[in-house]
């Protein structure tokens, strides 16, 4: 059974820091989602990584995936409030069927 | 907005009752997920329908049942319901490309 596990779970910053959230899944897939989620909302897709090797980039997020350790990195620089959010990763287990979820960074972002 | 709209937003039951959920995907997409996100469960996948035909099924109790109708919208039916079905449900839509599923703003239901 895919298993997918984020940490860390509760992440507290200060404005203009920066931090890594790391996600980590126990079988072989080469396609890897980011996802934000507001208190009370839904989920809005930031990144999609298909690839060994893959990295996206936007704003002060940036996205990499490593296949072959399994691992994919959520790279914040600079945080500012705005990114205050809880992040899922999410890993592809069959092609075009279910996406198998992280339980999901809480990020607060402190002035 | 992902394109993916969900009725009602909040619905509030009582135990024992069937309630629906509905959704109707972004246009275009044959795809309809459906997922249960819950404090103790976090996200978890349910169910898969494609152009009207059942393709995955997830962690979903027998008590529910979905189908998806020609014209494209789906709808999770729950019956039966418990205290622990209280949870935030989420449609999404999507697949097509490196499979993306844009997701819902999702029905929260309450069971009382």
């Known amino acids: 059974e895919l298993k997918v596990e984020q940490n860390p779970l509760f992440l507290s910053m200060q404005e203009g820091k920066n931090y890594t959230i790391y996600c980590n899944y126990s079988?072989?897939?080469?396609?890897l989602y980011w996802y934000r989620q507001d208190p009370g909302k839904s989920l809005e897709s930031l990144f999609v990584?298909?690839?060994?090797?893959a990295v996206k980039q936007e704003g002060r997020l940036m996205a990499s995936l490593d296949t072959k350790a399994r691992l994919s990195t959520l790279h914040i620089t600079a945080a500012v409030h705005d990114l205050s959010a809880t992040y899922f990763c999410?890993?592809?287990?069959?092609?075009?069927?279910?996406?198998?979820f992280g339980a999901g960074t809480i990020l607060r972002v402190k002035s | 907005d992902s394109g993916v709209t969900q009725t009602p937003k909040h619905l509030i039951t009582a135990t024992g009752q069937r309630v629906t959920l509905r959704c109707s995907p972004r246009s275009g997409d044959l795809s309809v997920y459906w997922y249960q996100q819950s404090l103790d469960q976090g996200l978890q996948f349910l169910i898969q329908?494609?152009?009207?035909?059942?393709?995955a099924k997830g962690n979903i109790l027998e008590r529910f049942s979905a189908q998806q109708f020609p014209d494209l919208h789906s709808e999770l039916n729950l019956s039966s319901l418990e205290l622990g079905d209280s949870a935030l449900y989420f449609c999404a839509s999507g697949g097509t490309v490196h499979n993306e599923q844009f997701f819902g703003p999702g029905t929260r239901l309450t069971v009382l």
């Open positions: 999410a890993v592809d287990m069959e092609y075009g069927n279910k996406l198998v």
């Open positions: 079988t072989t897939s080469d396609r």
């Open positions: 329908y494609y152009n009207g035909e059942e393709r």
């Open positions: 990584l298909l690839s060994n090797g």
